[in-house]
């Protein structure tokens, strides 16, 4: 099972983060701490530069304290929440009524 799932759902083009990830992580104590501050801090920079900030849901489904900062990109969700959410959401743009 993963550390963390980030699901972002947009009305416009899709973002990479790959980024993030230009200098390897480094190991000393694990991965997934250093991984989930640089995503947490690099997403919302990728967004605010290219105003994609505006258009976009997201959902965060995470385990532990390690990746604790992943929490303010979105919604914190189990996974069984997220499933539900994002078809609602999905569902919902598919019908503009």
């Known amino acids: 099972m ?3 799932v980030i ?9 990479s983060f790959v980024g993030a990830f230009e200098d390897p992580v480094e190991a000393a104590a694990g991965h997934v701490a250093q991984a989930s501050a640089r995503l947490a801090d690099f997403v919302p920079q990728v967004e605010r530069a290219f105003g994609a ?6 959902w965060v489904v995470r385990v532990g304290e390690r990746t604790a900062k992943l ?3 979105g ?23």
């Open 7 to 15: 699901v972002k759902l947009r009305n416009s083009r899709p973002i």
């Open 75 to 97: 919604a914190d969700v189990t996974l069984p929440e997220l499933v539900e959410q994002v078809g609602a959401a999905v569902a919902q743009r598919q019908d503009p009524k």
């Open 71 to 73: 929490s303010g990109l």
């Open 53 to 58: 900030a505006d258009d976009v849901d997201t």
């Open 2 to 4: 993963p550390d963390a």
